[in-house]
């Protein structure tokens, strides 16, 4: 997963988020992007709805009887404009449900 970050490190890459930046790692391992729970070489990847059941894009939450906690996302490392397009969005999102 360090690779990942390094490449960010020139500074022209922008913002990136952690979840964008490991699942790229993971995919690597052989992660199929399926919403099952996986074992890759001696790790175990849970399936979202284990701790993130909230659907930030949508403002939709989904919680199973797996739900160990929920990672609200208030993206406060984005910029001020970046969370104010989200917001707008929101709406939209949830009607598509995307």
Not at 1 to 23: A, F, Q, R, W
Not at 68 to 75: D, T
């Amino acid at each position: 997963m360090i690779n990942e970050y390094d490449k960010l490190l020139d500074g022209k890459s922008g913002t990136v988020g952690c979840p964008i930046l490991n699942t790229e790692a993971i995919k690597k391992l052989g992660l199929q992007l399926n919403g099952k729970t996986q074992y890759l070489n001696g790790i175990t990847v849970y399936a979202s709805d284990y701790f993130n059941p909230y659907d930030a894009p949508t403002g939709i939450l989904e919680k199973t009887s797996n739900t160990y906690s929920i990672h609200w996302f208030s993206a406060s490392w984005m910029s001020k404009n970046k969370r104010l397009r989200c917001a707008i969005m929101k709406p939209i999102h949830r009607m598509l449900r995307k």
